[in-house]
């Protein structure tokens, strides 16, 4: 049950009470919810509707996030207290009119990358301005070099793909057409880019309307008072968390495997400092800015400290007060605060993920309870070119997603083959639709065995794909990381199993292009493997239950040899079809102790 | 000697009962307590208490929530699922999403079949049908070999692209059904014909998973009926808001896991045909879910795929049943910002709100209720069980009402406003989201609670008509006795139209009829018995969501029924559908220009209704062909009771103060068993009746109708 002394604040907010304000802020989700369904409904990117790529945000007068929605892209959070208050500023607070509506996907500003486009719309109760609805999605392409427009190798955001600053699209509902064209002659596959942002002006509507639903039931006064009180809610909440941790300071570093311009990898290191109520995340010393795409704008930072906050203290609003209780420090124009024309384009899979992993292994050492290992980095491929299926004909960009396992908790295995708290909320798109969408064919989609971080408790198991492409020839591109230093585990917990993306793999013709590929071509007669990651391990695996292990043998989840190499425990196989196995009780003692004498 | 039929809804604690004397044309209804394990007990014990012949029962209608326990519950049979190689754990990777997006201690519940037991056959097609990798089925004998030595109870199967191209599905499944005979194998392609591999899986494991149990169980429920004298046939209810013959059940039982919702979405549809309101929601709120139906334009609305669970998806249509954990027994409870929050914790059956005194310290919105008066501590369950004020109050003082500084009425009153905000998101969940303005709806309120809260949930929704129906409690097996035979049937198109052939669409769709009158013809209904209704669903290329387009208006051999309407022809992939337009054709189905001419421009006309815009120029997808059989059956029908001399004085049985809005009125309470037609009261009132009670408010009144139910206007 609750600190009962956290109330108080609530009895301050003036002409509120508790039952309204909690009325209003689960109307606020609804709200959210409601304009994310639109999009998700409408919108015509795969890695929009199929994958859920989106969210759909509320923000007060002045921009600060007020609330999101329940299904909305996690990483999106920490951008959003930026997009609107950018906006704010670039058009000009006495320039914003109703029925505007404004575009923006600026990474060094407001954005995480060029294919997150937000389009955001004013909302007026009787002539007063009283906040913004925005609607985020991923677009499946937003020019550049690299089809889908995600570039390791770009040295700048030119090869990147379009940046549109703060601008207004439509002006008192008047859509500016021309800008519109110039957008979309930058794009592959326009059309789709026009569904999709029809889907987002569809969705701003939906919840402009439901917000001047609310504002005329509960009144002007009432609603602006919620919208800022539920800030302070979430404050409370983020306070009473720190609080209950421990007044210390927490170390983690994370690597990215190679910045392409040196090939040296890059190092990001955390300094946490819990201070009361209050907790300072400084990424000072992380390393300097990188020479390809792999650098994290200030607003993807923020997101991914947030990403990690949630996903291991527990829950709490996400919106502009959490922000009030901590504090981030990077260096202005390093690796964490990339200034133009820095690339950025690949930083959701290496940067990124990095920040969220030292921030999750700095507050596991704080609250162990809660704590957990690092989950896969995302991977993102994308293959590229022209259909020549009789009845397709067209050009096409297929989105492959490479989900994998997340990090062992104190208690339970880590989640085989799951979104990441940092891509929560997409799901894989199915191989039925792919092969009819897209010419291609997959021949595997399945979990590796091996692969999960070992511990005592187990990390997740990576996944397996094994894709042909049988009708056209294309290119492949794709950003990820984690083949050179897999998930960290935590409590001695051991690294997930680390990714990689191989072209016919065992056989003459291997060619390992790596998960950096950009525009590699592929053939009728190329198969191409693409492994992401297992999660990170919890505790020491020689500690390991050996009829978990058996049961994980049993599953295939583990081999014979590796519950040896990675547990050291000795099993046998007594009849695998029947599903007998014998653990070698004397034979995994000694072999536990030479492990463990081997390691000191 | 009379005749009668009865329905039978078994629930989690009770297995009501509703006797329907068809020369009387009056019900009876009554509840046993469930027998868990063998719920066919529970019915035999509840005939037992009937007084009449076993074979003046010339029919039995049954909703069951045996399908549903066994997945939820995770108490299915040993099952296996052959799968593609290459493919083993689309079951368990479900589309990869999470139900819980940041939580790092979240991990998603164990599939319905482990890994182990997730085999491999070697064989593939491409998506347009042809072999990419032929069927090896001498690898297939060594997997045979494992189920046999596993003693495999149940067989799934589910290859890629079997929606369309099923030749090596059922190969597979001849081979291992020759060499199981015992076993239950059912492949994907049988239970349905949709593209989405995780989707079908798992509506195919489901299948597997609880079919030989519910299969005994029906045949147990139909010998024990037979042996005790009953020769009239049992009617299952599906999640379709159909009927069908216990034999058919026991092939598809997967699709009975909607069976008790689904009949009370149709005793709400035939309660606004009754008082002849054709939109009409119905929320019924028991002690840990509310559920909340509509009925649009008098028909229920229709849901494809259908969650049971988060990542259990069923690939069929249900009845569209919203459930939220919301009830009774929700507890509140003051969270880390200092908001007062309701549930989703309930105190449950055990210990129970703090009123019941059985160690709950919980305050839930029983207790509340209970403060405020509406409850009474005497009545409670026809005075079957008591519970006591005191204890209502300490719990919620001690809990909410001093840590808040609130007082104790305002913390009640708070606690139900805020549970009644979480209602209210549901029920504009199925009006508002899907495009209709909640005001032009009547509320009904079902179940234990459901009356308690009505009145206040449409007045803050708008709606100015809010029902208590006749026997609130056992609606849903009220609703069982009434409805159709209905089978439905969908296979996947997914072509952009200019790439459909119209002939081999019409032979889809003729296929699928087909299909619908062999089981109707197992079932012993002639052909020209049935009536058929066709959809298409479709969509703009690209987009993953479609909405459906009814075909029964176009086409010279396809004869729209008169009171068609816009409204009827919605069924979209997650979430809305309604019921299509019925079609008498004795003819095969002829897909031509014009229909599909016709077709696109009503999709583009729906979509601009729905989301706002249209886009002319974007190519039309087919996604999936749908139809369904409809057969009627004989339905009760119920005698209007005339207006009496009665005054509702006759009915009241005391007074008390209630609390209504932060004041405190001395209030009438009646017994609702002792109102009679045409009885008028002005709130603030209470009406009490064995398992319920409603709470009438200042500013609203009462009118009760010839067919018994409470008509409360909202001035």
Not at chain 1, 388 to 398: G, H, L, V, W
Request: hydrophobic share 40%.
């Amino acid at each position: 049950m609750a600190d009962l002394d956290q109330s108080n604040g609530l009895d301050a907010a003036a002409g509120l009470d508790p039952v309204t304000f909690q009325v209003i802020r689960n109307a606020l989700v609804a709200v959210s919810n409601e304009m994310a369904l639109v999009v998700a409904r409408t919108a015509y990117s795969t890695p929009v509707n199929e994958g859920r790529d989106f969210a759909g945000t509320i923000y007060d007068r002045e921009g600060k996030l007020v609330s999101q929605g329940e299904f909305d892209l996690p990483a999106f959070t920490g951008v959003s207290q930026l997009t609107v208050p950018e906006v704010i500023e670039q058009i000009g607070r006495e320039n914003i009119r109703p029925r505007d509506i404004y575009m923006i996907n600026d990474p060094y500003v407001a954005s995480t990358h060029c294919n997150d486009v937000h389009v955001i719309k004013p909302v007026f109760h009787n002539d007063d301005l009283v906040g913004f609805v925005s609607s985020t999605a991923h677009w499946s392409d937003v020019g550049g070099v690299a089809p889908g427009s995600l570039n390791c190798r770009a040295r700048t955001h030119f090869e990147e793909g379009v940046r549109i600053p703060a601008v207004a699209i439509q002006k008192e509902g008047v859509l500016n057409e021309d800008l519109l064209k110039v957008l979309l002659i930058n794009m592959r596959e326009s059309w789709e880019r026009l569904g999709d942002f029809n889907a987002q002006v569809a969705a701003l509507k939906a919840g402009e309307a439901r917000l001047l639903e609310l504002l005329d039931r509960y009144g002007h006064d009432t609603m602006l008072t919620a919208m800022s009180e539920v800030q302070d809610y979430a404050e409370r909440m983020i306070r009473a968390s720190l609080t209950a941790l421990p007044n210390d300071t927490f170390y983690a570093e994370d690597r990215i495997d190679v910045d392409l311009t040196t090939g040296e990898p890059k190092t990001i290191r955390l300094k946490l400092t819990i201070e009361g109520d209050h907790a300072i995340f400084d990424l000072t010393e992380s390393d300097g800015a990188a020479g390809c795409g792999i650098n994290c704008t200030i607003a993807a930072t923020t997101s991914a400290v947030f990403i990690a906050m949630a996903s291991i203290l527990p829950p709490m609003p996400m919106n502009a007060g959490v922000m009030r209780a901590i504090e981030i420090r990077a260096k202005k124009g390093s690796l964490l605060w990339a200034v133009p024309p820095s690339a950025i384009s690949g930083l959701a899979a290496t940067s990124m993920e990095c920040v969220i992993g030292c921030v999750m292994q700095c507050l596991s050492q704080a609250l162990p309870e809660r704590g957990a290992g690092s989950p896969y980095s995302i991977l993102n491929a994308v293959f590229a070119g022209f259909d020549d299926r009789p009845e397709f004909q067209s050009p096409f960009i297929n989105y492959s997603w490479g989900f994998g396992g997340v990090g062992a908790t104190k208690t339970q295995d880590g989640a085989n083959v799951v979104g990441s708290p940092y891509t929560a909320s997409t799901q894989n798109i199915p191989c039925e639709l792919q092969e009819r969408r897209y010419p291609v064919l997959y021949w595997r989609y399945m979990f590796r065995p091996d692969s999960g971080g070992p511990g005592e408790t187990r990390g997740g198991l990576g996944l397996d794909q094994l894709i042909c492409f049988p009708y056209s020839t294309g290119s492949v591109s794709c950003i990820g990381n984690r083949e050179r230093f897999g998930p960290p585990g935590v409590f001695g917990g051991q690294s997930g199993a680390k990714a990689r993306l191989i072209l016919n793999p065992e056989s003459q013709n291997e060619n390992n292009i790596t998960i950096f590929a950009v525009n590699q071509s592929v053939g009728l007669e190329d198969t191409m493997s693409f492994w992401s990651a297992g999660g990170g391990g919890y505790g020491d695996p020689l500690k390991r239950d050996l009829e978990r292990i058996v049961e994980d043998i049993k599953d295939d989840y583990l081999t014979l040899a590796a519950a040896a190499e990675q547990y050291g425990a000795v099993v046998k196989e007594i009849d695998a079809r029947r599903l007998l196995y014998e653990i070698d009780v004397s034979a995994t003692k000694a072999l536990r102790e030479k492990m463990q004498a081997a390691r000191n | 000697m009379g005749s009668y039929r009865i329905g039978i809804d078994v629930g989690g604690t009770f297995t009501d009962f509703v006797v329907y004397d068809v020369a009387a044309r009056e019900i009876a209804t009554f509840k046993v307590p469930t027998t868990p394990e063998d719920p066919s007990q529970g019915i035999l014990a509840g005939l037992g208490k009937l007084d009449i012949e076993m074979s003046a029962i010339k029919g039995i209608a049954h909703g069951t929530t045996t399908a549903t326990n066994l997945l939820i519950e995770r108490k299915g049979s040993n099952a296996a699922i052959l799968v593609t190689e290459g493919f083993r754990d689309v079951l368990e990777i479900r589309r990869a999403n999470r139900k819980e997006l940041y939580d790092a201690q979240w991990v998603p519940p164990p599939p319905l079949i482990p890994r182990r037991n997730r085999l491999e056959v070697r064989e593939r097609l491409f998506w347009n049908g042809e072999v990419a990798l032929p069927l090896d089925e001498a690898r297939l004998a060594d997997v045979i070999e494992t189920l046999k030595v596993r003693d495999i109870e149940a067989v799934a199967i589910c290859l890629l692209h079997s929606y369309q191209h099923p030749k090596h599905e059922l190969r597979v499944k001849e081979l291992v059904q020759k060499a199981l005979p015992d076993a239950f194998v059912t492949a994907s392609s049988e239970t349905s014909q949709e593209f989405r591999e995780f989707e079908r899986s798992s509506t195919v494991a489901a299948n597997a998973f609880v079919g030989p149990k519910v299969k005994r169980y029906l045949d147990n429920l139909d010998a024990s009926l037979k042996k005790s004298g009953v020769s009239a046939g049992v009617a299952i209810m599906q999640s379709n808001g159909g009927i069908c013959t216990v034999e058919e059940a026991a092939q598809l039982p997967v699709k009975l896991a909607r069976s008790g919702p689904a009949g009370g979405a149709m005793a709400l549809q035939q309660l606004a045909a009754s008082i002849e309101v054709p939109d009409l929601v119905g929320i019924d709120i028991g002690g840990t879910s509310a559920d909340v139906s509509v009925i649009v334009d008098g028909r229920p609305r229709w849901a494809s795929p259908l969650f049971v669970e988060w990542g259990v998806p069923l690939l069929f249509p249900s009845v569209d049943v919203v459930s939220i954990g919301a009830g009774g027994g929700s507890i509140a409870w003051i969270d880390e910002g200092g908001a007062l929050q309701m549930g989703p914790q309930s105190a449950g059956a055990v210990p129970g709100p703090a009123c019941y005194g059985m160690g709950g310290e919980e305050p839930t919105a029983t207790d509340a209720h209970l403060v405020l008066g509406q409850l009474s501590s005497e009545r409670f369950l026809d005075g079957g069980m008591h519970i006591d004020p005191a204890l209502a109050q300490q719990a919620i003082s001690r809990r909410i009402a001093e840590p808040m500084g609130m007082s104790l009425t305002e913390a009640a009153e708070g606690m139900l406003k805020i549970l009644d905000s979480a209602m209210l998101q549901a029920v504009r969940f199925v009006t508002l989201e899907k495009g209709y303005d909640p005001r032009r709806f009547a509320l009904a309120g079902l179940g234990g609670a459901g009356p308690l809260h009505v009145v206040e949930l449409a007045r803050q929704l708008g709606i100015s008509t809010a029902i208590v129906p006749l026997n609130p409690g056992v609606l849903s097996a009220v609703g069982m006795l009434s409805v159709d035979m209905v089978q439905d049937r969908s296979r996947t198109v997914l072509r952009r139209r200019r790439a459909v052939d119209n002939e081999k669409l019409s032979n889809t769709l003729n296929d699928l009829r087909a299909s619908i009158e062999a089981a109707f013809a197992r079932q012993g209904v002639p052909a020209e018995a049935i009536r058929y209704e066709y959809f298409l669903d479709m969509q703009y290329y690209g987009q993953v969501f479609s909405l459906s387009v009814q075909l029964s208006q176009m086409g010279a051999a396809l004869r729209p029924k008169p009171e068609a309407s816009a409204q009827d022809i919605r069924l979209s992939e997650e979430g809305v559908l309604s019921v299509p337009l019925a079609v008498s054709s004795s003819e095969p189905i002829s897909i031509t220009e014009p229909v599909m001419a016709e077709a696109t421009e009503t999709f583009h006309k729906e979509h601009r209704r729905e989301y706002g815009h249209a886009d002319a120029d974007q190519e039309v997808q087919i996604v999936h062909a749908r139809a369904f059989g409809r057969v009627e059956v004989e339905k009760p029908e119920f005698v209007p009771a005339s207006t009496t001399a009665a005054s509702p004085s006759e009915a009241l049985v005391g007074r008390r103060p209630v609390v209504f809005e932060g004041t405190e009125i001395e209030t009438d309470i009646y017994d609702r068993n002792h109102l009679s037609t045409g009885n008028r009261i002005a709130g603030p009132a209470i009406i009490e009746e064995s398992v319920s009670t409603t709470v009438l408010p200042r500013d609203s009144s009462l009118e009760v109708d010839p067919y018994g139910n409470l008509l409360i206007t909202l001035h």
